[in-house]
Every structure is written in C-alpha cells, then in structure tokens.
C-alpha cells in the first residue's frame, strides 16, 4: 500500500473515531440533562446551561479530530 493512501485511510479513521465518540457523548449529555429536567423543573436554568457548556466541550473533542485528520492529510 502506497503513502498516500494509508493517509488517507488514517485521515478517515480518526475522524470516523472522534466524530462518533463526539456523537455519543452528546446524545449521553443530552438525554442525561432533559431527564434531570424532567425530575425537577426548579433547576431547569442551571441544566441547561451546564448542558450548553459540556456540549460545548464535548465537541471541542471532534474539532480536534479534524484537526488532527487535516494535519495527517497535508503535512
């Protein structure tokens, strides 16, 4: 197998990996936190908010993964 082709057959499984390890970190966070809200409304501010921002940490993961795919491709 050439050079190029195990790039990009690394390329594709490290962003095939963290974009479903993204995906079903979400869906956990997600669920978890509508469930949560769903038990006890009083708190449905600070949820949502935690919520936003573990998302939001959760898919720093799969930008990384991009990252780390686009440098395997062109470096």
Avoid: C, H, W
Avoid at 17 to 33: D, M, N, P, T, V
Avoid at 54 to 65: H, L, R
């Amino acid at each position: 197998m050439d050079p190029q082709s195990m790039k990009y057959l690394a390329a594709a499984l490290v962003m095939g990996l963290g974009a479903i390890g993204s995906a079903f970190g979400e869906g956990f966070i997600g669920g978890k936190a509508m469930e949560a809200m769903a038990r006890n409304p009083k708190v449905i501010d600070k949820l949502f908010t935690n919520m936003i921002v573990a998302q939001a940490i959760d898919e720093s993961t799969a930008i990384y993964s991009l990252v780390v795919a686009l440098i395997i491709l062109f470096v």
